[in-house]
């Protein structure tokens, strides 16, 4: 399930070009049973991925 949440908050990053911020409360009405910090926490990673950061090398 992590990766389906870091998943949605990169296509709302990326592909919606939402603010952090917004994708934080967006991410409640996909996952309601998330915490504040839980949707923080994922929408940073999601954030890193986006911007090159974070990702393993092949």
């Excluded at 990766?3 to 409640?28: D, G, M, T, Y």
């Excluded at 949707?39 to 940073?44: A, L, M, N």
């Amino acid at each position: 399930m992590e990766s389906q949440i870091v998943h949605k908050a990169a296509f709302l990053l990326h592909e919606c070009n939402e603010p952090e911020q917004v994708v934080v409360e967006r991410l409640k009405e996909y996952f309601p049973s998330l915490s504040l910090t839980e949707r923080e926490r994922y929408v940073s990673e999601a954030w890193d991925q986006v911007h090159g950061q974070g990702v393993p090398e092949a």
